[in-house]
């Protein structure tokens, strides 16, 4: 079946822009979660959302990144102000209800000029 | 918190086994997984061990665990070409549910 769908695949935007990057995870699956790979952090956790639980947002690493989940499907990653610190690529990955092992998506490369 | 290192570079000849380690601090981890990035794509399950298991094999795939000494391996056997990418460890606390990730091994297979 089809897996983890990411868009777009590259980004390249000025700094202080706005971006919005979107994940459309494995039909069926419940966990959604949200991680960035950049040359100086290796890969790093984001956020987590789990059914209509509240999602665990510890992995933001500022308040310009936002995250939401809609009809507990597709979801959106929104960096606000963007800056060079935030090139990297992002990950999203889905998981089956209660199941642990988690499937990526190809990642969307994020260029901040 | 979590502190996962990985040697940041293996180079094999084609034909030969390659075996990539991973150590930890962190021993809370219930799940320990392999994955594997190609140039430019995503990450790819490779295999995965549950921490009460000490070895998991799967085709060309051999995983051990020591959990006394936080050591994770996984051995290729009769490596390919194909098998050239970089390979990441990263564990899972079932209570967080999040992956933390190993430093990533770059894997060059040689013809």
């Known amino acids: 079946g089809a897996g983890v769908s990411q868009s777009p695949s590259n980004k390249v935007t000025e700094k202080g822009k706005d971006v919005e990057l979107r994940c459309d995870p494995i039909?069926?699956?419940?966990?959604l979660y949200w991680y960035r790979q950049s040359l100086g952090q290796g890969l790093e956790f984001l956020i987590y959302?789990?059914?209509?639980?509240?999602?665990?947002k510890s992995g933001l690493p500022s308040d310009r990144f936002s995250a939401e989940r809609t009809g507990g499907s597709v979801s959106t990653l929104t960096i606000q102000r963007t800056q060079q610190e935030d090139s990297a690529v992002y990950l999203c990955?889905?998981?089956?209800?209660?199941?642990?092992?988690?499937?990526f998506g190809p990642g969307t490369r994020l260029l901040v000029l | 918190g979590e502190d996962v290192e990985q040697s940041l570079f293996l180079s094999v000849r084609e034909g030969d086994s390659s075996v990539i380690n991973c150590t930890y601090t962190?021993?809370?981890?219930?799940?320990l997984y392999w994955y594997k990035q190609e140039p430019g794509a995503g990450l790819q399950l490779l295999t995965y061990?549950?921490?009460?298991?000490d070895m998991k094999q799967d085709q060309r795939l051999t995983v051990l665990l020591n959990k006394k000494d936080k050591h994770l391996s996984l051995r290729i056997a009769d490596t390919q070409t194909g098998d050239s990418a970089i390979y990441f460890c990263?564990?899972?606390?079932?209570?967080?549910?999040?992956?933390?990730f190993g430093t990533g091994t770059r894997l060059l297979v040689s013809p």
């Open positions: 990955a889905s998981s089956p209800q209660r199941e642990e092992t988690q499937y």
């Open positions: 039909s069926g699956h419940t966990a």
């Open positions: 959302f789990q059914g209509n639980s509240a999602p665990d």
């Open positions: 962190d021993s809370s981890s219930t799940y």
């Open positions: 061990i549950f921490s009460n298991m």
């Open positions: 990263a564990g899972l606390n079932t209570g967080f549910q999040k992956l933390v």
